[in-house]
């Protein structure tokens, strides 16, 4: 059942959730979030999301390495909306990968990951009229 929720708070559950995670690689978190934004979704599909992108984010990173998670508005398409940004600072994919990103089964984990985080995720989100994309490097 979709309700409008605060996004900061699905966010901040996802990262206490992956908080052993992050401290056990010594990652610099990085937050930027707007208490502000409102959304309307299934929750526990944006948790789902939310999951997904801070896992990819923390499996991407060095120890020691940095991710940055913002939670704010963003004009795409001529409208204004929220937006959850997850970025990294670990060392990319090749173009070859990132041409098909959300595709299913692409993995850079080998036998450790799926390949489905980022496909479902694009779905979920794009059963909202919204729309999920990689930042150029």
């Known amino acids: 059942m979709t309700a409008t929720v605060e996004a900061h708070t699905i966010v901040e559950e996802a990262l206490q959730l992956f908080g052993r995670k992050l401290d056990n690689k010594g990652i610099v978190l990085r937050r930027g979030i707007d208490p502000e ?6 929750t526990g599909e944006l948790r789902q999301v939310v999951s997904n992108l801070l896992s990819n984010a923390i499996d ?11 939670v704010g508005r963003t004009e795409r398409a001529g409208r204004t ?4 940004l997850v970025s990294d600072d670990g060392c990319g994919m090749s173009r ?5 990103i959300f595709e299913p089964f692409q993995s850079t984990k080998g036998s450790k990951g799926t390949g489905l985080g980022l496909f479902i995720s694009k ?5 909202y009229g919204a729309s999920c994309w990689r930042s150029p490097r």
């Open 81 to 84: 909306m929220g937006c959850i």
């Open 37 to 42: 934004i409102r959304v309307r979704v299934v």
């Open 96 to 100: 070859e990968l990132l041409k098909g």
């Open 123 to 127: 779905e979920l989100v794009e059963r």
């Open 60 to 70: 991407a990173v060095s120890q020691g390495g940095q991710v940055t998670v913002r």
